[in-house]
């Protein structure tokens, strides 16, 4: 494998060591003034997304017991797909990382919350808040580079399995939730002797019933309720949860692997200081351009440069936040990858088919300071 450069190197290599401390200091306190300034406002906020998340789902479910009808199955359908959005993206995800803890809300808290999806919430949260999150586009430290079975950087060593990913990321997309159920385990780690196949199979158990779960209620418990309309109940409960998932694919993908984004070495962690750190987020990271609707739906994920920067926040905050940060990197020349969905999306795409085949050479180290966005 081909090492990468540190933060220090490559887009970042104009910087002295006053600017990254600089840069420091002006993220932290970007983050100190949200913090003293959480209240009332942002509580209601939650609580408003999670009452108008339960009303679509509630909506669309009743919906469905009349799909016999294709209008109420049309509206069911889309109103249940809309709440597993919600659920999944700007609540479950957000409440996961902690970004309301601070309301001490028992009801909407990271210790408690479970999601409407297949992987269990507390080994998640590892995976994503802890290893994802720490060791953000780290080659060999971060496993969301691809996945464990994507190529979506030059960095990356071809395999011949890799010919098959445009179609394989293609399945992932329709079945996102189960994928990432999957890959929580680790299994490829238990493989290579660096976890025990018993903590592998114990948590392919807490899969299994969290997955168990998910399928009486989505297909056959609320399936049954619908009696005569059960098909159709069916069909709806699976259109909506592939809908979720496929959104969901689109939005962290967009958020992490087009063109601009960023990998690393695990060089760089020796000693990287709290500024150093905040750069190689803002370097890993891509965003989405949109209106308020979009943001919502993404779970302001639209904001993943902001999101990586301060995984703790409130989602609401962040595109309060975006142009100081977008500001910062002005001001010391560095990329703020950002795009619309449709560009971001196919830039994401052409990757995966461009990866799938040899080459091309691992991106440059030396390259110049970019500071245009794209």
Known sequence: M????????GPAAHLSDVDIKEIGRELDRIRDEVIADLGDGDARYIRRVITVQRGLEAGGRSLLMASLLPPAWLAGTTCLAVAKILENMEIGHNVL???WDWMRDPQIHSSTWEWDFASP???????????????????GKDRD???AFL???PEQPWRPVDLTQPVSNAILAAGFEWGIAIYDVELERAWRGEKSWAEALTQLRDVLRKATRQVVKDYIAFPLLAGPAFLPTLLGNLTANVTRNIWSHAVIFCGHFPDGSEVFNEDQLENESRGEWYIRQL????NIDGGPLLHIMTGNLSHQIEHHLFPDLPSNRY????PKVRDLCQRYGLRYNTGSLVRQTAN?????????????????????PISATV
């Open 145 to 147: 580079i691809g996945y």
């Open 97 to 99: 990382h902690g970004q």
């Open 121 to 139: 919430a507390d080994m998640w949260k590892h995976s994503h808040n802890f290893v994802h999150h720490t060791y953000t586009n780290v080659l």
């Open 283 to 286: 370097l890993g990271s891509s």
């Open 319 to 322: 595109a309060e936040i975006a």
């Open 348 to 368: 994401v795409w052409k990757n995966i088919f461009r990866l799938a085949l040899p080459g091309p050479k691992p991106r440059p180290t030396d390259t110049p």
């Open 2 to 9: 081909t090492d990468t450069a540190p933060v220090s190197a």
């Open 151 to 153: 190529r979506v950087s």
